[in-house]
């Protein structure tokens, strides 16, 4: 009989409620489930509101979970917060050696992008001769990320010269990333994963409505993105399409938000709603006539692979999008969706009309990307290579 490979998640803390770094642990997770592994999730911090409370150990959606604190709510209070991470560090220290000790401790995924984590998981799974691999998701700068201290300069460059050194496999999300990773570690062995969903789940969701809208979904805080989308839809000659944003953020930023829609010439055509039920999200993107999401000629857009993009070819609806970055590499204009040349709000304005204007080509182009999807964004297709990272 084969023994099964015993897996842990490390570094991210707040599981299982969240959005895209979380659901790519979860997906990854079932990927390895689906293989014959066991997954943990390991949360060092209690991070979750009263009103989110969940037991301290459990599962979800198959996956085991901890919290080493002993409770996943968040305590008030600043002494009790270092109290809380200090019990949950060395309770996270001690659980690991555990595991180890009763063979249930074979590969760790680490899930953070601070450098004295990384080093510090490193250093203890290294001790305990348990297989690394760093989870790559982002590209770290000090332009990007708008902290110039020294020490934030420090660790962004000890991140760059070693995190990818002492970790045994990196798993990059872009094409950009791979172009990082080998500057800084050449002949590191990497596997580049890609968003991934359950397709399995998001077809059990019908289309059930006859309103005709575009949808974006992503924070107000990409607040760029959003003035991107509502000059471009203010271009569009049509009076019948809707616009539906969701789209959560502070109490400031959806009062601006709001302020902004009010203003816009087709107001009584936009929607906005935030904080839905995850069920509920994916139902209107079922129901949407295409799914919106532009990507700008920017190293934060180009390293990135946004989540949204395998849950909207999940959902089998037409994306929208511009000509760059992984969408680039990964769709064809006309055929998976429809790509403006280049981030420019008349150009993707183009391109919403033409949807409009050609619904037999917008549902041809639904199912070619739903196609494609099946094997680049489903999680079933990365089991046994997620697998083979830790024999």
Same mark, same amino acid.
């Given at each position: 009989?084969?023994?099964?490979?015993?897996?842990?998640?490390?570094?991210?803390?707040?599981?299982?409620?969240?959005?895209?770094?979380?659901?790519?642990?979860?997906?990854?997770?079932?990927?390895?489930?689906?293989?014959?592994?066991?997954?943990?999730?390991?949360?060092?911090?209690?991070?979750?509101?009263?009103?989110?409370?969940?037991?301290?150990?459990?599962?979800?959606?198959?996956?085991?979970?901890?919290?080493?604190?002993?409770?996943?709510?968040?305590?008030?209070?600043?002494?009790?917060?270092?109290?809380?991470?200090?019990?949950?560090?060395?309770?996270?220290?001690?659980?690991?050696?555990?595991?180890?000790?009763?063979?249930?401790?074979?590969?760790?995924?680490?899930?953070?992008?601070?450098?004295?984590?990384?080093?510090?998981?490193?250093?203890?799974?290294?001790?305990?001769?348990?297989?690394?691999?760093?989870?790559?998701?982002?590209?770290?700068?000090?332009?990007?990320?708008?902290?110039?201290?020294?020490?934030?300069?420090?660790?962004?460059?000890?991140?760059?010269?070693?995190?990818?050194?002492?970790?045994?496999?990196?798993?990059?999300?872009?094409?950009?990333?791979?172009?990082?990773?080998?500057?800084?570690?050449?002949?590191?062995?990497?596997?580049?994963?890609?968003?991934?969903?359950?397709?399995?789940?998001?077809? $059990?969701?019908? /289309?059930?409505? *006859?309103?005709?809208?575009?949808?974006? #979904?992503?924070? !107000?805080? %990409?607040? &760029? =993105?959003?003035?991107?989308?509502?000059?471009?839809?203010?271009?569009?000659?049509?009076?019948?399409?809707?616009?539906?944003?969701?789209?959560?953020?502070?109490?400031?930023?959806?009062?601006?938000?709001?302020? $902004?829609?009010? /203003?816009?010439? *087709?107001?009584?055509?936009?929607?906005? #709603?935030?904080? !839905?039920? %995850?069920? &509920? =999200?994916?139902?209107?993107?079922?129901?949407?006539?295409?799914?919106?999401?532009?990507?700008?000629?920017?190293?934060?857009?180009?390293?990135?692979?946004?989540?949204?993009?395998?849950?909207?070819?999940?959902?089998?609806?037409?994306?929208?999008?511009?000509?760059?970055?992984?969408?680039?590499?990964?769709?064809?204009?006309?055929?998976?969706?429809?790509?403006?040349?280049?981030?420019?709000?008349?150009?993707?304005?183009?391109?919403?009309?033409?949807?409009?204007?050609?619904?037999?080509?917008?549902?041809?182009?639904?199912?070619?990307?739903?196609?494609?999807?099946?094997?680049?964004?489903?999680?079933?297709?990365?089991?046994?290579?997620?697998?083979?990272?830790?024999?």
């Amino acid at each position: 009989m084969i023994n099964k490979k015993h897996i842990v998640y490390l570094g991210y803390s707040g599981f299982p409620l969240g959005y895209a770094e979380v659901q790519k642990m979860i997906m990854v997770s079932k990927s390895l489930i689906l293989a014959g592994c066991n997954v943990k999730v390991i949360n060092r911090k209690s991070v979750l509101k009263n009103s989110d409370r969940i037991p301290a150990e459990g599962s979800f959606e198959g996956i085991d979970y901890i919290y080493t604190t002993g409770t996943s709510v968040r305590p008030t209070g600043k002494i009790s917060n270092v109290i809380d991470s200090v019990k949950g560090l060395f309770g996270e220290i001690s659980y690991l050696c555990k595991l180890k000790q009763q063979n249930r401790l074979d590969g760790a995924i680490i899930s953070a992008r601070s450098f004295k984590w990384i080093l510090l998981y490193s250093f203890i799974l290294k001790m305990l001769n348990v297989k690394t691999v760093l989870n790559y998701v982002e590209h770290r700068s000090i332009e990007l990320e708008g902290n110039d201290t020294v020490l934030h300069r420090f660790s962004i460059a000890m991140y760059h010269k070693f995190a990818f050194k002492i970790v045994d496999v990196v798993m990059p999300i872009s094409e950009y990333l791979i172009g990082v990773l080998k500057e800084y570690a050449p002949g590191r062995k990497y596997l580049k994963v890609t968003p991934i969903c359950d397709f399995v789940t998001f077809k $059990r969701f019908k /289309r059930n409505s *006859k309103d005709k809208y575009f949808l974006f #979904c992503g924070a !107000i805080s %990409y607040w &760029e =993105l959003i003035e991107f989308i509502l000059d471009s839809y203010e271009k569009v000659n049509d009076d019948s399409t809707k616009l539906f944003l969701i789209s959560g953020g502070s109490k400031k930023l959806i009062k601006k938000l709001q302020y $902004r829609i009010d /203003r816009h010439p *087709k107001k009584d055509l936009i929607k906005h #709603c935030y904080d !839905i039920p %995850y069920e &509920e =999200l994916v139902q209107k993107y079922v129901n949407a006539y295409a799914l919106l999401i532009p990507i700008r000629h920017t190293i934060q857009d180009i390293a990135r692979y946004p989540h949204k993009i395998s849950e909207y070819v999940a959902a089998g609806r037409a994306i929208i999008s511009t000509n760059e970055g992984e969408v680039k590499l990964q769709f064809k204009d006309g055929e998976t969706a429809l790509l403006a040349k280049k981030y420019d709000v008349n150009m993707f304005a183009e391109k919403m009309q033409y949807a409009i204007d050609n619904p037999e080509k917008i549902e041809q182009i639904s199912k070619n990307a739903y196609q494609m999807g099946m094997e680049v964004y489903n999680y079933k297709s990365y089991s046994e290579s997620l697998k083979s990272l830790f024999e």
